[in-house]
């Protein structure tokens, strides 16, 4: 999987290729899954979720730009397969997710292969983490056809947002959204498909 869907795709970032050899993905998956988990595709997880390709987490983790001193807010927990590998690239992440068994299976999981800098929260992503903020950078593993307002005042100044950009059904873009001077400076990366953000983003005025 390093090899070939990382760095034979341009992913160059040595932490990010460590932390991506160091975690366990077969344990994120079903044990009906395990076959494929390193397969370059994404898997299904249960509850209508997936666990995301190898490659786009490593893209995403890449764009984050991490040091190892920040402080990250995810929005999807998922399996907690992305927030274990953000885990080896920041100092804390905490990680919101609105399906509650997902996030009681993911904590579990974090416990067991003792990784302590990660924080569950069992909420809407929509409204992020305002206790924990600001954030160094956000990343959301979940489509949503603008950014989370809540998300973008919880960004720090000069901070970084990665996620798919678009509504289900159409189509969606992985932007990079620096904050400079409180304006959004968008760069669109690739396009993507990912599952939709849910919660109070639907409830929200076009």
């Known amino acids: 999987m390093i090899e070939r869907d990382l760095k034979g795709r341009g992913i160059a970032d040595p932490r990010v290729l460590a932390a991506m050899e160091a ?24 509850e209508g979720q997936t666990i995301s390709q190898p490659y786009m987490v490593a893209v995403m983790a890449q764009l984050l730009e991490l040091n190892g001193t920040e402080r990250i807010l995810e929005i999807g927990t998922g399996s907690g397969y992305h927030a274990a590998v953000l885990a080896r690239l920041a100092a804390e992440v905490c990680s919101v997710e609105i399906i509650g068994p997902l996030s009681a299976r993911a904590k579990r999981l974090l416990d067991r292969l003792g990784i302590t800098n990660v924080e569950l929260k069992i909420g809407d992503g929509f409204f992020g983490w305002e206790e ?12 949503s056809p603008r950014v989370p307002e809540p998300l973008w005042r919880q960004l ?12 289900a059904g159409q189509a969606q873009r992985l932007v990079r959204i620096r904050k400079i001077a409180e304006k959004q ?18 409830k929200v005025p076009r």
């Not at 924990?132 to 489509?143: E, H, V």
């Not at 720090?156 to 509504?167: C, S, T």
């Open 23 to 46: 975690v366990p993905r077969h344990l994120f998956v079903p044990e009906r899954q395990r076959a494929a988990a390193y397969d370059d595709r994404p898997l299904a997880i249960g």
């Open 132 to 143: 924990k903020a600001p954030f160094d950078a956000i990343l959301m593993t979940a489509a």
């Open 156 to 167: 720090r100044e000069g901070g970084r947002l990665i996620m798919p950009l678009g509504a």
């Open 185 to 202: 400076i968008v760069e669109v990366l690739s396009e993507v498909i990912f599952v939709p953000l849910t919660g109070a983003i639907q």
